[in-house]
Nanobody, 124 residues
Framework: QVQLVESGGGLVQAGGSLSVSCIAT????????MGWFRQAPGKEREFVAG?????????KYGDSVKGRFTISRDVAKNTVYLQMSSLKPEDTAVYYC????????????????WGQGTQVTVSS
């Protein structure tokens, strides 16, 4: 199993940008499908973005963040990033990093390891 630790959350004004990152330790990082989810107070956890590197790199985004967020990974640093731009107050949530092994899925059950989350707050 892989251990995940997120960082980089914080407070940003609407329209601004913020990047969060997730460092993985444990099993070889490159084989994992990596995803970002978020959960706002009183709402269900929502798929934000995912990235798969085997056999080729592919990405997937939730409809609410397409064109504004970018997921990337640095295999050498065992790190996955989520670059967020044109942020909106409705992007406010705890952002979770997740790792899976097979499917670049949009549902939580596609991922077996989770980080503790990092808070992102967008002020209006």
């Amino acid at each position: 199993q892989v251990q995940l630790v997120e960082s980089g959350g914080g407070l940003v004004q609407a329209g601004g940008s913020l990047s969060v990152s997730c460092i993985a330790t444990g099993r070889p990082f490159g084989a994992y499908v990596m995803g970002w989810f978020r959960q706002a107070p009183g709402k269900e956890r929502e798929f934000v973005a995912g990235i798969k590197s085997i056999p080729t790199t592919s990405t997937k985004y939730g409809d609410s963040v397409k064109g504004r967020f970018t997921i990337s990974r640095d295999v050498a640093k065992n790190t996955v990033y989520l670059q967020m731009s044109s942020l909106k107050p409705e992007d406010t949530a705890v952002y979770y990093c997740a790792a899976g092994e097979l499917v670049l899925g949009v549902h939580e059950d596609s991922y077996s390891s989770w980080g503790q989350g990092t808070q992102v707050t967008v002020s209006s």
